[in-house]
Each structure stands twice: as structure tokens, then as C-alpha cells.
């Protein structure tokens, strides 16, 4: 495993923080690309707190592991949703 690869309880919550975003209209899916990491980042840290909130890093390492599942793009810090 890679030693820069986001734990899969860190990884669902991130999908789960993008797919809220999403619902809610924070991040629009046909509006796709984002820009990151903002206002991408501060969309998707919304509503946690202390040890809960991603880093640039953990973020990146979160895109990176749904673009390999193919649900998302992730390149030149653009989001593309798939």
C-alpha cells in the first residue's frame, strides 16, 4: 500500500462528504471541472472539525483513489465528475 494513501474509513468519509456537497447543491456535478484544492477543499471540509477536516494531501490522495474506481477525474488540480 501506498504510504501516502488515504485509510478506507478516511476514504468514505470524503465520498460521503463529496456526495452531501453534491446533494446540496454546494458542488454542482454538472458544473464539473472544480478547482482544487478551493474552493473544492473548503466544500468538502465543510461541517467537520479538529482531526475530522481532510489536508490538501489527504484530499488528493482521496481524489486520486475515486479516479481509480473511475467515478471522478483528477488532473492539473481539476476535478472532472464522471
Not at 454542482?28 to 471540509?45: K, R, Y
Not at 492539473?76 to 465528475?81: K, R
Request: avoid cysteine; glycine fraction near 4%; hydrophobic fraction near 45%.
Amino acid at each position: 500500500m501506498d504510504v501516502d494513501a488515504i485509510n478506507t474509513d478516511r476514504l468514505a468519509l470524503f465520498k460521503t462528504q463529496l456526495s452531501m456537497a453534491i446533494s446540496e447543491h454546494r458542488l454542482d456535478a454538472s458544473m464539473s471541472p472544480w478547482s482544487f484544492p478551493e474552493p473544492f477543499l473548503s466544500i468538502i471540509n465543510d461541517g467537520l472539525s479538529g482531526s475530522s477536516v481532510f489536508s490538501i494531501n489527504e484530499a488528493e490522495q482521496g481524489l486520486k483513489a475515486m479516479e481509480a474506481e473511475n467515478r471522478l477525474m483528477f488532473r492539473d488540480n481539476m476535478i472532472i465528475m464522471m
